[in-house]
């Protein structure tokens, strides 16, 4: 659906701003969640052996393109991951605690970042915004509803994937150049690396835990069109950084 927002006169048009561990905390459940599983399958196999986690990890890559991103996903991995690395000897008691360790996620409480509704009010003040996150449509919705980030963002789009042809469908419904597009994230991989390929720029924040699968990418550290942002609150002030760079650019 379109939206009709302001179109700012300056170099930048408009400002994207990620979910998970940017606008609310969030990995932190992820990392309680595996080591939850970690302590259920100590009674199986040493889960010292780094591999163990490891196996973990590349069970949950491989079914990406089938679970997508999210706590079911995660949960569903968790597991097929058990069932592989006992042999098929894991109990379903124990397969139920794992599906219990999904629920509790699920229903883990929504924290929003210290400095985020200070920053993104005073960026939109300025500048359209929009809530680009991804993983399950159900859980994303309410994490956004309990939140009460509506009123900061007139357009939220839910993803199953953050790639260049999805940001490049999001640009185009705005019917905004990418040059005129400015990403805020905690993931070079899903928030900066796909919005810079595409010629666009983007705002850093990393976060203090960063899942495995989103540390694998290709952003060079003294990258040009990415402005690092310690916290939220020095999100305005990266923002004047971006804009002054792309007025020169032009």
Sequence with gaps: MMTSLPTP???????GFDGDDTLW???????????????????????????????????????????????????LSMV??????TNQTISARDLQQMLDIGHDTLRHPVELIDGVRE?????????????????DL??????????????????????????????ARVLEEFDLPIQRFVMVGNSLRSDIEPVITLGGWGIHTPYAVTWAHETQHG???????????PTAFD?????RTIEAKAAQAG
């Excluded at 859980?139 to 900061?152: F, G, P, S, T």
């Design 9 to 15: 006169q300056g170099a930048i048009g408009l400002v």
């Design 25 to 75: 905390k969030s990995e932190d459940y992820y990392r309680k969640a595996e080591q939850d599983y970690l302590d259920i399958l100590s009674r199986y196999i040493d889960v010292h052996d780094t591999q163990t986690a490891r196996h973990l990890l590349e069970v949950q890559q491989r079914n990406l393109g089938v679970f997508g991103y999210g706590v079911k996903g995660m949960t």
């Design 80 to 85: 097929e991951a058990a069932i592989e690395i």
């Design 119 to 135: 920053s993104v009010t005073e960026i939109a003040r300025d500048y359209p915004v929009v809530l680009i996150t991804k993983g």
């Design 138 to 167: 159900f859980h994303q919705e309410a994490k956004i509803k309990v939140a009460n980030l509506r009123d900061l963002f007139p357009r939220i789009e839910i993803v199953s994937e953050k790639d260049p042809e999805t940001y």
């Design 219 to 229: 952003v060079a550290d003294d990258e040009p069109r990415m402005v690092d942002a």
């Design 235 to 239: 999100w305005p002030q990266a923002l």
